[in-house]
């Protein structure tokens, strides 16, 4: 099973984004499914996760301006991220948990710059 992050670019302050992140089997067997951002300097950080009941959590920092859904028939993750601030700047990374296993997908870039 692999992880394909997309949607990341460049985009002004106050501006929006949606990242995919598709897996090439079925989300369905995952039953946790998260965001996780690095930006340069730091630690890799929680953003946002998605369990398979559809119950979602948020990381205070982007409460309020993100939303993390799951489309099942279509494998695919997604997170909207509205009303965007420099601080989001960071790689942007998918994770499925399944049990005792944990899998990764590359990152794709989002960068907030005006």
């Known amino acids: 099973v692999q992880l394909q992050a997309s949607g990341g670019g460049l985009v002004q302050p106050g501006g929006s984004l949606r990242l995919s992140c598709a897996v090439s089997?079925?989300?369905?067997?995952?039953?946790?499914m998260s965001w996780f951002r690095q930006a340069p300097g730091k630690e890799r950080e929680w953003v946002a996760r998605i369990y398979g009941g559809g119950t979602t959590g948020y990381a205070d920092s982007v409460k309020g301006r993100f939303t993390i859904s799951r489309a099942n028939a279509k494998n695919t993750v997604y997170l909207q991220m509205n009303n965007l601030a420099p601080e989001d700047t960071a790689v942007y990374s998918c994770?499925?948990?399944?049990?005792?296993?944990?899998?990764w997908g590359q990152g794709t870039q989002v960068t907030v710059s005006s």
């Open positions: 089997g079925s989300i369905r067997t995952f039953n946790d």
């Open positions: 994770n499925a948990v399944r049990g005792t296993i944990s899998l």
